[in-house]
């Protein structure tokens, strides 16, 4: 049947019940336009009247709901502290916490688990190191691929550090079996450990991966804005008398960090803890530079042949510290610095008359230079000579000449001492040490009777011999008597217990005595 007509493809074949020799078509324009007409929103009238366009505002577009971004879940709280991975040596432990989400909820931002440095005791010697001992698990069994058996020791060239990479002994290979064990080393002097396959560096709290930094006061986390910095000049001069000695410098009190003391001179830097015993070039000897321990802290003191020193400690120090100078030349200044925290509770002074080093700063030399000894090869405190000075007015000439102790007796001798005396005490003697031509005794005051100025629970009592006179003897109490030593300069202020001083043993009667003593003495003189 011949058709008449084409549509472009889009006719359709012939109506099978249309009539003969017609062909009957189907007007798609027609409905095409009409159907563009409905769907597509043109806006036409329909209907026998005359079309008409109205032209006005156009109505207002419904605002689209917004799509509400779903929140993230909250973490709960963290779980304790697991085990520590290693039973020696470095290691790692951990603790997870739980996501608290609903189901439109984002998930938690975060790790859910976090790692802390568990150090432990150190590995007995001859102990395998940690990642060998995990090649090691490997030794004498097939690898996959192959039947061959080898011994594995690691292997440090690899891209990853966290990998298991072992080296096969006597062969040019490695094999990687998978990630090392939590808290292995990242390499052999990495102070980073593997976590999860990352090498994470330990923060100042602990905590791998946190990036807390300790900041210059030693304080952990958070800005400078809590230090306090003391960057300070010393420029006294020696005293009056032209005595060349020890004289104090500052003190460094317990908890600074980031030490530094210098001295550009002939002059000897010294350094006394807050028991008055000295770490550094004390005593007339001088110590030979190199590492030192004090205080909680590593010192390291330098030396060079011109002379100027330096002292330095990282710190925190756990102790005051009181930096001296041992004059041999007029002082051209010391300068030095340290960080505390800002608020730092400041301890007190032993005394508010008696500086912890004054007490023998000015304590002559010995009459010979002590001999020189050899470096040490390890940390000490060996010294070498100090160079031969001998200061203005002393002279060792009459060192060594000890006679027979003649301490006071009678109830006289008592009533004088005690009426006469700055300090009255009963003490028990903690430790004995001569210093120069002088002998220094640490006291603990148990009962004091007579004080014009103030005592406290520990003292330092001088004698200015060192021949034992009077005789003390270590863990004993003594009813002491003792003055008030200040000399011209003002750089020594301590108890001064004379050679011929009242010293006698403690007993009740000696109480009895001493408090019998006290209704003779006039009324006490002002201080």
Same mark, same amino acid.
């Given at each position: 049947?011949?058709?008449?007509?084409?549509?472009?493809?889009?006719?359709?074949?012939?109506?099978? =019940?249309?009539?003969?020799?017609?062909?009957?078509?189907?007007?798609?324009?027609?409905?095409?336009?009409?159907?563009?007409?409905? =769907?597509?929103?043109?806006?036409?009238?329909?209907?026998?009247?005359?079309?008409?366009?109205?032209? +006005?505002?156009?109505?207002?577009?419904?605002?689209?709901?917004?799509?509400?971004?779903?929140?993230?879940?909250?973490?709960?709280?963290?779980?304790?502290?697991?085990?520590?991975?290693?039973?020696?040596?470095?290691?790692?432990?951990?603790?997870?916490?739980?996501?608290?989400?609903?189901?439109?909820?984002?998930?938690? !931002?975060?790790?859910?688990?976090?790692?802390?440095? %568990?150090?432990?005791?150190?590995?007995? +010697?001859?102990?395998?190191?940690?990642?060998?001992?995990? %090649?090691?698990?490997?030794?004498?069994?097939? &690898?996959?691929?192959?039947?061959?058996?080898?011994?594995?020791?690691?292997?440090?060239?690899?891209?990853?550090?966290?990998?298991?990479?072992?080296?096969?002994?006597?062969?040019?290979?490695?094999?990687?079996?998978?990630?090392?064990?939590?808290?292995?080393?990242?390499?052999?002097?990495?102070?980073?450990?593997?976590?999860?396959?990352?090498?994470?560096?330990?923060?100042?709290?602990?905590?791998?991966?946190?990036?807390?930094?300790?900041?210059? %006061? =030693?304080?952990?986390?958070? +800005?400078?804005?809590?230090?306090?910095?003391?960057?300070?000049?010393?420029?006294?001069?020696?005293?009056?008398?032209?005595?060349?000695?020890?004289?104090?410098?500052?003190?460094?009190?317990?908890?600074?960090?980031?030490?530094?003391?210098?001295?550009?001179?002939?002059?000897?830097?010294?350094?006394?803890?807050?028991?008055?015993?000295?770490?550094?070039?004390?005593?007339?000897?001088?110590?030979?530079?190199?590492?030192?321990?004090?205080?909680?802290?590593?010192?390291?003191?330098?030396?060079?042949?011109?002379? !100027?020193?330096?002292?330095?400690?990282? =710190?925190?120090?756990?102790?005051?510290?009181?930096?001296?100078?041992?004059?041999?030349? #007029?002082?051209?200044? &010391?300068?030095?610095?340290?960080?505390?925290?800002?608020?730092?509770?400041?301890?007190?002074?032993?005394?508010?008359?008696?500086?912890?080093?004054?007490?023998?700063?000015?304590?002559?030399?010995?009459?010979?230079?002590?001999?020189?000894?050899?470096?040490?090869?390890?940390?000490?405190?060996? !010294?070498?000579?100090?160079?031969?000075?001998?200061?203005? +007015?002393?002279?060792?000439?009459?060192?060594?000449?000890?006679?027979?102790?003649?301490? #006071?007796?009678?109830?006289?001798?008592?009533?004088?001492?005690?009426?006469?005396?700055?300090?009255?005490?009963?003490?028990?003697?903690?430790?004995?040490?001569?210093?120069?031509?002088?002998?220094?005794?640490?006291?603990?005051?148990?009962?004091?009777?007579?004080?014009?100025?103030?005592?406290?629970?520990?003292?330092?009592?001088?004698? #200015?011999?060192?021949?034992?006179?009077?005789?003390?003897?270590?863990?004993?109490?003594?009813?002491?008597?003792?003055?008030?030593?200040?000399?011209?300069?003002? !750089?020594?202020?301590?108890?001064?217990?004379?050679?011929?001083?009242?010293?006698?043993?403690?007993?009740?009667?000696?109480?009895?005595?001493?408090?019998?003593?006290?209704?003779?003495?006039?009324?006490?003189?002002?201080?």
């Amino acid at each position: 049947m011949a058709m008449s007509g084409s549509w472009g493809g889009l006719a359709p074949p012939a109506h099978p =019940g249309g009539h003969p020799g017609t062909g009957r078509r189907w007007p798609w324009r027609v409905l095409l336009l009409a159907w563009l007409s409905l =769907g597509c929103g043109i806006g036409t009238a329909q209907g026998s009247a005359p079309e008409v366009l109205v032209q +006005g505002p156009e109505p207002p577009a419904r605002a689209r709901p917004r799509r509400q971004l779903a929140r993230g879940g909250t973490w709960g709280p963290w779980g304790p502290w697991s085990a520590c991975s290693s039973s020696c040596g470095d290691g790692v432990a951990f603790r997870a916490r739980r996501c608290l989400r609903s189901p439109p909820e984002e998930p938690c !931002t975060g790790d859910p688990r976090q790692y802390r440095l %568990c150090q432990l005791q150190g590995c007995p +010697g001859g102990s395998v190191p940690f990642r060998a001992m995990q %090649c090691s698990l490997y030794d004498d069994k097939p &690898i996959p691929g192959t039947q061959a058996r080898y011994r594995w020791v690691p292997f440090y060239g690899a891209p990853n550090a966290c990998d298991l990479n072992c080296l096969a002994v006597g062969h040019n290979f490695y094999y990687t079996f998978g990630r090392v064990l939590d808290g292995t080393r990242c390499g052999p002097d990495s102070p980073e450990l593997c976590v999860g396959g990352r090498c994470l560096s330990v923060g100042c709290d602990g905590i791998l991966g946190s990036g807390a930094r300790p900041h210059a %006061c =030693g304080r952990c986390g958070g +800005g400078q804005d809590g230090c306090l910095v003391v960057h300070r000049l010393f420029q006294g001069t020696e005293p009056p008398s032209g005595y060349f000695g020890y004289m104090n410098v500052t003190k460094i009190p317990a908890g600074a960090t980031n030490i530094r003391v210098t001295d550009k001179s002939r002059n000897y830097l010294a350094l006394m803890r807050s028991d008055g015993r000295y770490v550094l070039n004390g005593d007339w000897s001088i110590a030979w530079p190199g590492p030192y321990e004090a205080a909680g802290t590593r010192l390291l003191y330098a030396r060079s042949p011109d002379g !100027t020193e330096s002292l330095e400690a990282a =710190g925190p120090t756990d102790e005051d510290l009181h930096v001296l100078v041992l004059l041999q030349e #007029p002082n051209p200044g &010391i300068e030095y610095e340290f960080w505390l925290p800002r608020g730092h509770p400041q301890p007190p002074d032993t005394s508010p008359l008696r500086q912890p080093q004054p007490r023998g700063a000015g304590s002559p030399p010995p009459a010979e230079p002590p001999a020189p000894t050899s470096p040490p090869r390890t940390q000490g405190h060996s !010294t070498e000579p100090l160079p031969p000075r001998t200061p203005p +007015g002393h002279s060792g000439a009459a060192a060594g000449r000890c006679g027979r102790c003649r301490p #006071p007796k009678g109830r006289s001798q008592r009533i004088r001492h005690f009426c006469q005396s700055d300090f009255v005490f009963r003490a028990r003697i903690l430790a004995r040490r001569s210093v120069g031509q002088e002998t220094r005794y640490e006291v603990q005051v148990q009962t004091p009777y007579r004080h014009r100025f103030p005592l406290v629970p520990r003292e330092y009592v001088w004698v #200015p011999d060192a021949c034992g006179c009077p005789p003390l003897l270590e863990g004993r109490e003594y009813l002491l008597m003792a003055r008030r030593h200040v000399n011209y300069e003002h !750089t020594l202020n301590r108890i001064l217990l004379q050679r011929d001083g009242y010293a006698r043993p403690w007993s009740p009667r000696e109480d009895r005595l001493v408090r019998e003593a006290a209704r003779h003495c006039a009324r006490p003189r002002p201080p």
